[in-house]
């Protein structure tokens, strides 16, 4: 399949060359894509890399040799030079939330801004306010169900506003409502959004979707293409016969 090309320096994201490896397993090797447009489509198989390509434009991960920049940037930089340029939704909010109520956890998020704890703790309560969601500030994350906790996690991004928001499986834990509104959510946000999901209708409009095939690009170009083909795939590896087992 085609690949979609974009010139390095019109890109606001830039993967070039990058070779990244965890003990003797070689997650990515020599991997390259300038990622510009608004919204960005990521697919695959579980364990193709999609969560480590987030780590790695988060700075989580650092590949071994290439670079990633965004905006310039080199993501190793990022948190010192320019705080909240990047944020990234987490799969399992448990692993992202930190504070016990909804509004020091949003609060949180706009520690980056320099403003004080009581400034953030007034922003966030008038952001949830925005939302139709003022009953919400005080209540307890334990109180609340899973996909309400993901439905946090994606407040918390929204009003800390990064330049680049990066959302691995966030429909994975929401119901149909929850998932109507988060992808309305996406369709609105001004910032460049890069969504990792396993629901293809999710990202099936969106202009550019990369399939991630263990850790390479096997295609990418516009949603409704990349989708049908893996979905495609999927279906012919599922009725290829099972081999017996030794």
């Known amino acids: 399949m085609p690949l979609h090309h974009q010139s390095e320096e019109s890109s606001q994201l830039d993967i070039t060359n990058v070779t990244l490896r965890r003990g003797p397993h070689t997650v990515f090797d020599q991997l390259t894509l300038h990622l510009n447009e608004p919204r960005i489509g990521l697919i695959g198989d579980n364990g193709a890399g999609k969560s480590s390509l987030f780590r790695m434009i988060c700075g989580l991960d650092i590949p071994q040799s290439g670079t990633v920049t965004v905006r310039g940037l080199d993501t190793r930089e990022v948190s010192s030079k320019r705080p909240g340029m990047v944020g990234m939704m987490f799969q399992n909010p448990d692993d992202q939330i930190i504070f016990p109520t909804v509004e020091e956890e949003l609060a949180l998020s706009l520690s980056p801004t320099g403003v004080s704890r009581k400034e953030a703790l007034t ?60 992808h309305r959510d996406i369709a609105q946000a001004s910032q460049q959004v890069i969504v990792s999901t396993h629901l293809l209708e999710h990202v099936n409009t969106f202009e550019r979707v990369i399939w991630l095939d263990q850790g390479r690009v096997r295609g990418d170009g516009p949603g409704s293409d990349i989708c049908a083909a893996y979905r495609a795939d999927v279906l012919a590896r599922a009725t290829e016969p099972t081999p017996p087992e030794l």
């Not at 996909?147 to 834990?173: I, K």
Request: net charge positive; with cysteine.
């Open 123 to 182: 922003q966030a309560r008038a952001f949830l306010q925005t939302r139709g969601l003022s009953h919400w500030s005080a209540r307890t994350i334990a109180s609340l169900s899973q996909g309400q906790r993901q439905h946090v996690c994606w407040l918390a991004l929204l009003v800390a506003s990064p330049a680049l928001m990066l959302l691995d499986e966030p429909f994975a834990s929401l119901d149909l409502p929850g998932q109507a509104r988060l």
